[in-house]
């Protein structure tokens, strides 16, 4: 069954240096996200990606923060100056079609420890 | 106020028991969508009900939703030890289209 894969599952970074997690989303999947999920609270919502453009983005994805699909078939998630603050778990998830019409499938994760 | 409440935030059962989860939302919904997420791990697609549905099921998973009162509840039949994991329910609120609003979990402890 095709899946959501994740790299690296855990990224050591110190603050102030850019860090890139990356995702391959499943192959015939055209719609792609990224959510957070800082320890012990809920998964938040970062940005939606269709088309080679961002179709939503949250308050928390700042200028900090860029999405690119650099190929057919990775998708990119860059932090540019990370903080403390962006320790979390990153989630990258893709949908066949919008979420309003279908399901959206998520990876394993990116645990991203900022020191 | 926030997006996807669920109750309780902990449940602990025998195996065998039924476990039911309810989540609350606040906006109108296109569809609202279970996950499940063992400790530490990804977020693992339950199930998809949307707005015009009122009851579905999948296996062991029996999902309703009223949006009159902008609730859903999930329950799992006969549960297992291997059901142990937090469920969240996630909304795809009308006028987005393109991101999930999470709720705050249920942790489901299934104990032999």
């Known amino acids: 069954e095709p899946e959501v894969t994740q790299t690296p599952s855990h990224q050591v970074t110190q603050m102030g240096q850019e860090v890139i997690l990356r995702c391959v989303p499943i192959?015939?999947?055209?719609?792609f996200y990224w959510y957070r999920q800082i320890l012990g609270q809920k998964v938040e919502f970062l940005v939606s990606?269709?088309?080679?453009?961002?179709?939503?983005k949250s308050e928390i994805f700042d200028d900090q923060f860029s999405v690119e699909r650099p190929d057919g078939s990775n998708f990119t998630l860059k932090i540019r100056s990370t903080k403390l603050e962006d320790s979390a778990m990153y989630f990258c998830?893709?949908?066949?079609?919008?979420?309003?019409?279908?399901?959206?499938?998520f990876g394993p994760g990116t645990r991203l420890t900022v020191t | 106020s926030q997006q996807g409440e669920e109750d309780p935030q902990a449940l602990s059962i025998q195996e065998g028991e039924n476990a039911t989860m309810n989540c609350s939302y606040k906006?109108?919904?296109?569809?609202l969508q279970w996950y499940r997420q063992n400790s530490g791990r990804g977020l693992v697609h339950l199930i998809l009900?949307?707005?015009?549905?009122r009851e579905k099921h999948s296996g062991r998973l029996r999902v309703t939703l009223d949006t009159s009162k902008k609730s859903s509840s999930l329950l799992i039949t006969a549960s297992r030890a291997a059901d142990t994991a937090s469920y969240f329910c996630?909304?795809?609120?009308?006028?987005?289209?393109?991101?999930?609003?999470f709720g705050t979990g249920t942790r489901l402890q299934v104990t032999l």
């Open positions: 998830a893709s949908s066949r079609r919008r979420s309003d019409l279908g399901e959206q499938y």
């Open positions: 192959s015939n999947h055209l719609y």
């Open positions: 990606f269709y088309n080679n453009e961002i179709s939503e």
């Open positions: 906006t109108s919904i296109n569809n």
């Open positions: 009900i949307r707005s015009n549905e």
């Open positions: 996630a909304t795809d609120a009308t006028g987005t289209a393109s991101k999930l609003t």
